[in-house]
């Protein structure tokens, strides 16, 4: 069994799809006659496409047929996946590729945990698949953040006890999820948003080779 384990939530964190998903949920709502703010679409982060098209149908007082449901969730999916089809490696956040080049150097193994269903493609269109010895996405889990269930699979599949493995996430979500799982959490955006995160940065340029080597040493001594 390895030592340590990184796990790395996909959207907000190693790429900013938020912004895609934003549009392809502005453009249904705007559809269905709903007003959808980027206030509104913070309540979608993290959260699964469905739970995400329940809320958009809550805010706008409508009921529908479940088949109409899927039609929808289909066709909100097909626009966001127009968006993300010209994806390519200057999409990922600065300093991202830094953080695994180092996480590779040192033989520290990486899964992906995240509530999309287009994880893969993604990752592949970015150039960042190789780094990944496990991806657990919103195809693989039956419960969505912040149930730990998608971050738990990862580290099984990392070889990993979870209390060794460690989180990045921008989402409240992902945080409570994490640290429901006894990982070490650390969020990446708003540091009072993501308050109950062990650590918070506003982003990977603020996170040094100091502070990871103090991390991975940490966690090392821990497990002896």
């Known amino acids: 069994m390895n030592k ?8 907000g964190v190693i790429v900013d799809t938020a912004k895609y998903h934003y549009l392809a949920w502005k453009n249904l709502a705007e559809e269905l006659g709903i007003e959808f703010t980027e206030e509104d679409n ?12 329940e809320i958009l149908l809550e805010m706008g ?3 529908v047929s479940d088949e109409q449901f899927e039609s ?26 830094r953080v695994l080049e180092y996480l590779k150097e040192r033989d520290i193994p990486m899964a992906l945990g995240s509530a999309s269903k287009n994880a893969i493609p993604i990752l592949e269109k970015v150039s960042l698949l190789p780094y990944f010895k496990a991806v657990v996405d919103g195809n693989a889990v ?6 730990p269930e998608v971050f738990l699979i990862a580290a099984e599949e990392l070889g990993v006890n979870p209390s060794h493995c460690v989180v990045f996430e921008d989402a409240v979500a992902g945080i409570e999820a994490a640290n429901s799982a006894k990982m070490l959490s650390i969020g990446i955006g708003n540091s009072e948003v993501l308050s109950q995160a062990a650590y ?25």
């Not at 913070?42 to 098209?53: A, D």
């Not at 039956?142 to 149930?147: F, L, Q, S």
């Not at 080779?209 to 966690?219: A, H, S």
């Open 4 to 11: 340590t384990g990184f796990i790395f939530d996909l959207d």
């Open 142 to 147: 039956t419960k969505a953040k912040p149930d």
């Open 61 to 63: 007082g409508i009921t």
């Open 42 to 53: 913070e309540k979608f982060k993290g959260v699964s496409r469905r739970r995400c098209l």
């Open 72 to 97: 929808w969730l289909q066709e909100k999916n097909e626009d966001y996946l127009r968006y993300i089809s010209k994806m390519d490696e200057t999409e990922i956040l600065p300093n991202v590729q």
């Open 200 to 224: 918070s940065f506003e982003d990977f340029t603020e996170m040094d080779i100091e502070f990871l080597d103090k991390l991975v040493d940490t966690l090392e001594e821990r497990i002896k």
